[in-house]
């Protein structure tokens, strides 16, 4: 079977970063066999810069790809990091300087959500950014959660942005497919060639917490982020989709661990993963 390389989104791991650093994180990480990395809402100064320099030569941790803001909210809200309209350089220079050769922005700025329409003028910047930094050998991706499921002319806005853009390529992630109201397997495959990233991210009801309110209330809170393996997603054929569609890199994502500690999260992913075939993907 052809492989691709199973990481870590390391949004998971900003708590443990911002308290101890991150080679220790770092080198947990390896400590648990990844080697594979996606770093995200973790500043991107000098030193960080060389930890992930010393990870990939050390530990054998390569970053498979980097985050940035496409712009400011507004004149008075800044994005708390690198922007593209704001930092163009950096953010190059940055992934150069760990070998990285895919760029992502994690959402769509929240002022374009408000309609289909400004999705679709935001997604069209996004196609400049990706043609300007293919020329510096960056391949730029957009990730989804379900605001770009909504409806919008027969189809979902995220086709739209599919189908009108050339550059662009998507990170799907199983559970916003999932809860955006798509099949997962066929919707990945609809992306051939555009999805060299995937998040592993499954989904499953949790319980009531308190029997004692009742109300319709309870119907939404009940979704859950879970470990890969622990929910209710085939996440074999998720990972045979993405492989088959032009995925590389299978990337672990877990927003909430709901009080377990993130490192056994991610121990429970991975014994999972390797028990449906992935071993030799790590």
Not at 3 to 31: C, D, F, N, S, T
Not at 63 to 85: F, H, I, R
Not at 117 to 128: H, L
Request: charged letters at 25%; glycine letters at 8%.
């Amino acid at each position: 079977m052809e492989k691709g390389k199973i990481g870590v989104q390391m949004m998971m791991l900003k708590e443990e970063i911002r308290r101890g650093g991150m080679r220790p994180a770092m080198e947990k990480l390896a400590g648990l066999g990844y080697h594979a990395v996606e770093v995200s809402q973790i500043p991107m100064t000098p030193e960080n810069i060389r930890e992930l320099q010393y990870a990939d030569q050390n530990l054998g941790i390569q970053t498979v790809s980097m985050s940035c803001g496409l712009e400011d909210l507004s004149p008075d809200y800044k994005y708390p990091g690198d922007t593209l309209a704001n930092d163009f350089n950096k953010i190059v220079e940055d992934c150069q300087a760990v070998n990285c050769g895919i760029l992502r922005i994690g959402m769509l700025p929240l002022r374009s959500a408000v309609s289909p329409e400004k999705m679709m003028e935001m997604i069209q910047r996004c196609e400049e950014y990706a043609a300007a930094l293919k020329t510096h050998g960056i391949d730029f991706y957009y990730h989804a959660h379900t605001m770009e499921f909504y409806r919008w002319k027969g189809k979902p806005v995220l086709t739209h942005m599919k189908e009108q853009t050339k550059v662009l390529g998507f990170e799907l992630d199983s559970h916003w497919m999932w809860r955006g109201g798509v099949d997962p397997i066929s919707y990945i495959r609809s992306f051939q060639g555009r999805v060299r990233l995937l998040h592993l991210k499954d989904y499953r009801i949790g319980l009531i917490s308190d029997p004692t309110h009742m109300s319709l209330d309870i119907f939404g809170p009940l979704e859950e982020y879970a470990e890969v393996g622990e929910g209710c997603l085939d996440m074999p054929a998720i990972i045979q989709a993405g492989l088959e569609s032009g995925s590389e890199y299978f990337l672990i994502e877990q927003d909430n661990q709901y009080g377990r500690n993130v490192y056994d999260s991610l121990r429970i992913s991975r014994d999972n993963l390797i028990k449906m075939g992935y071993a030799d993907w790590f």
